[in-house]
C-alpha cells in the first residue's frame, strides 16, 4: 500500500512538471539561471545548453524557438533539451537568433519570465570534442589524476588515460598537434615516470631526461609538420599553503627550452636557451618559425618566488636544417610590465597570440588575478580581454583549427575549481561572452564534483588509447633514449 501511494505521488510530480503552462503570471525580469546561458553566442555543433533556475519553484517549462515558429521544449525539475531536437533546431539557424523562454511552477502556479537569446555562430567549432585533465584541487594523490575526452555534440565523456591504472603514476597535459590526435604527448611522472608519444600509430616511450640533462621534457607544442616539438627541460617543485586562501604553488627551479627532433631521436639546443635564466612553455608559431616561450631571472625559489615576472620572448626555428635562431627577441619585458606572462598561444591562422598575465609566476591557474591578454600578430597591439576575464583566474586557453573559437579555464564560479568556458573571437577582434561547458545535469554535475578541469585542448577526432600496451611499456622500463644533436 505505501509503494503505491508513492508511485502515485511520483506520477502526480512527474506530471505536474510535463503540463504545458497555463495562465501564468508575468515576471518582468529575466530568469536567474545556472550556468548562465543568457545572450551567449555557440556553435551550431555544441550539445544542448542545459540549465537550472534558480528560484523556489517545484519544476520549470523551458521552450527553445526561432523567428521561423519551429520550437522544441524541456521540462521538470531543470531544461534538459533533446539532444537531436537540440541539434535540429539550432541547424536551422546558423547565424541567427534562438529565444528561451522560461516558466516556473511555484506552490502550484505558473511565473513566465522575459525570455532571453541565444546567438549561433556563422563559425563551426569544426572539432570533434575536447580532452582535458581533471585533478583534486590539492594535487596530493595521484591516483586520481586522469586525462578525458568529451564529444561536444552531445554528453559523453570517456577516459583516455587514468593514473589508478597506471600504478598511481602522476600524468601531466596531452596534447595533440594542433587539434590532431593522430599525434599527442602525454608526460608520466614519478618511479616509472616517461615521455609517451604518440605517431605514426605507435606510442613511443621516451626517457624523460635527454643525454647528459638534469631535467625532464615537460610543457610543449608541436610542429606544424608534426617532426619536431618543443619542450621545456624542467624540474618542477610543489609548495603547498596552510592557509584558505591559496593551495597549491608549483615552480620551476630549473628549465630551459630544446626541440625534440622526432626523426632523429635527438634534442637541438642554443646556448641562448641554456642560460641561467628560466625559460619555460614554449609554443610553435602557426608557419613553425618562430617558437613563443615565456622567460624569467632565477630568483631563488620558493623563498623570493614573488620576483619573477616572466616575459614573453621569441626565437626563430629552421625546421628544414633542424636549427634554432641565432637571437631572442624580447616582445613583452614582463618586468617593465610588471605582470608576469605565461601560456602563449597564437592562433592557427597567425593573426593572434593570447596569453595569460598574473602577479608573479608561471602558473596562473592559481592566482586569482590572472587574467587573459590579446596581441594582434600584424601590428603587435596588446589589449586586455576584458569581455571574457572576471574577477578569478582565467588561464589555460588553447584555439580550435580554425582559430574562431578559443576554450579557456576559469576560476569564476567558486574561486577553488576551475572549469571550461568557450568563446567565438567575432568578425571586429572581440570576444563573445564565454558560456560553461554543457552537462547534461549542470547543477549536479559542478555542484557535487571533486575536480578541477586542467589543460584543456580541443580534439578533431574520437581519441583512441591503448591503455594495456602503455601500462606494460610504463612497467618495462624500456626506454627510447634521446640524444643530443651535434
Known sequence: MKKTIFYIFLTLICYGCTQIPENATPVNKLPNIFPDYTDVTIPEEIAPLNFYVNDSSSCIYAEASDENGNKISASGKYADFDVDDWHNLISKNKGKKIKIKVTTKINGKWHEYLPFEIHVSNY???EYGVTYRKIAPGYQTFSLIGIYQRNLSNFDEKPLLESRALGGQCLNCHTPNRTNPDQYYVHVRGKNGATIIHTDGKDLIFNPKAESQNASLTYG????DGKFCAFSQTKVYQCFYTGKDRLIEPYDEISDIVVLDLTNNQIITSPLLQTDSIETTPFFSADGKKIYFCSSYNYPVPAQYNKRKYSLCSIDFDA???KLGNKVDTII????????????RPSYDGNYLVFSACDYGTNPVNRSEADLYIMDLKTDSVRKTNEINSEDSDAFHNWNSNSKW??????????QYAYIYFTCLDDSGKFTKPFLLPQKAPQKMYGETLYSY???????????????????NLLSEKRINIGLKK
Open 320 to 322: 628544414e636544417n633542424g
Open 333 to 344: 619585458n614582463g618586468i617593465k610590465w610588471d605582470k608576469s606572462i605565461c601560456l602563449p
Open 454 to 472: 586542467n589543460a584543456p585542448d580541443f580534439t578533431a577526432k574520437n581519441t583512441e588509447t591503448n591503455y594495456r600496451n602503455i601500462y606494460n
Open 221 to 224: 607544442s608541436w610542429h606544424k
Open 124 to 126: 563551426n567549432i569544426d
Open 406 to 415: 578559443m576554450l579557456f579555464c576559469s576560476k569564476r564560479l567558486d574561486g
